[in-house]
């Protein structure tokens, strides 16, 4: 396991929090979700359900937290996380989520999957697996205008310089 994966992973483990882990185990893969999500009812494609785009966390919930799920790790029948499959949910879980809140406002157990996206993004981007523009340099600088944390750009914005201030 890499470091970079392993730190995403720690931190995985550390966002599944009470809440998180009762959406999981509440969820009963009803489909309103999707129905709500524009980018489901756009494409038809099943990979934009929202609950689907949490698979990679809902499986390493399942893996460390329930003891069907450590059967099955120990077992082999559980595929664990990987760096390459984190690179390949990068795109599902930022560029097909723009958190509008649609598919927790129609879940008929009240699941805010919202705040489950937000908190795999964390640990995405722990793991080194951002979007292009978000991405922190060892240094401390930006990828896209490689101002450092302490500077601001002329909009006065510290972190993500590069979508508000043009200098990318």
Not at 65 to 76: D, E
Not at 87 to 104: A, D
Request: hydrophobic fraction near 30%.
């Amino acid at each position: 396991m890499s470091a970079s994966l392993d730190k995403g992973v720690r931190v995985l483990k550390e966002v599944i929090d009470a809440p998180i882990a009762s959406y999981f185990s509440s969820c009963v893969h009803c489909g309103l979700c999707a129905e709500a999500c524009l980018f489901y009812t756009e494409t038809g494609d099943p990979k934009y359900t929202p609950i689907h785009k949490l698979e990679p966390m809902r499986r390493l919930y399942e893996q460390e937290y329930t003891l069907i799920g450590r059967l099955k790790k120990v077992l082999g029948l559980s595929k664990p996380v990987t760096d390459a499959e984190l690179g390949e949910w990068q795109e599902l879980v930022y560029n097909s989520c723009t958190l509008c809140g649609r598919c927790s406002l129609v879940c008929p157990v009240g699941n805010d999957i919202v705040y489950m996206v937000r908190k795999f993004r964390e640990g995405m981007a722990v793991s080194g697996h951002p979007p292009h523009g978000l991405h922190r340099q060892p240094d401390g600088g930006h990828d896209a205008c490689g101002q450092g944390a302490d500077e601001t750009c002329g909009r006065g914005d510290r972190y993500f310089h590069s979508a508000r201030c043009g200098r990318g």
